[in-house]
């Protein structure tokens, strides 16, 4: 077997011209395509944003002009609707619930309350436990500001309940204020 030797104190080699400057324009010629890169890269995200945004125009102009009459005829029946339901949603709501439900509500279960905002009326339907409580709930409902013109539609005793009660509906006017 032969003996190996190991020299931990070599003198360090010269290192060649010709590889350094072998290495140096490598490297300067990796960072010019890289800056390239990056440059066309740049120039083609650009390139497609501005091929999608005339897509999208074209595609807009393509919609409006080939709008029939019945298309525009649904348009402004969804604008129509839209408008209703915003209407609706800015009329005064708790305001009315209120008078309704805190209007003598001892002897009273309400059942349901119908507001039908285009005719300006409310339908209660509601239960007492006997006449007189129905009629000292109409008289509440005449005291309150949002209800005026109370009308009982109809009322039954409920004969098949043991305590009774009497189911009754009232219309009002809603007097409604924005």
């Not at 945004?53 to 409006?64: F, G, L, T």
């Not at 008078?99 to 279960?109: G, M, Y």
């Not at 309350?113 to 239960?127: C, G, S, Y």
Request: aromatic content about 6%.
């Amino acid at each position: 077997m032969q003996t190996l030797t190991l020299d931990f104190h070599r003198k360090s080699r010269n290192i060649p011209w010709s590889g350094l400057l072998v290495l140096a324009l490598g490297l300067a010629l990796v960072a010019g395509v890289g800056a390239a890169y990056l440059d066309n890269s740049e120039r083609i995200a650009l390139v497609e944003a501005k091929a999608k945004a005339n897509d999208r125009a074209s595609r807009r102009q393509q919609v409006v002009s080939r709008g029939s009459a019945s298309d525009l005829q649904k348009v402004a029946l969804e604008v129509k609707r839209a408008n209703e339901v915003i209407g609706q949603l800015s009329l005064p709501w708790e305001e009315l619930f209120k008078a309704v439900e805190t209007s003598d509500r001892k002897q009273i279960a309400l059942l349901s309350i119908e507001p039908d905002p285009q005719k300006r009326q409310v339908k209660v339907t509601a239960e007492a436990r006997n006449l007189a409580a129905m009629l000292n709930y109409a008289r509440s409902l005449e005291r309150q500001q949002l209800l005026t013109d109370i009308f009982l539609q109809s009322h039954q005793v409920q004969q098949q309940d043991p305590e009774k009660p009497v189911r009754f509906v009232f219309t009002a006017t809603w007097m409604i204020t924005r």
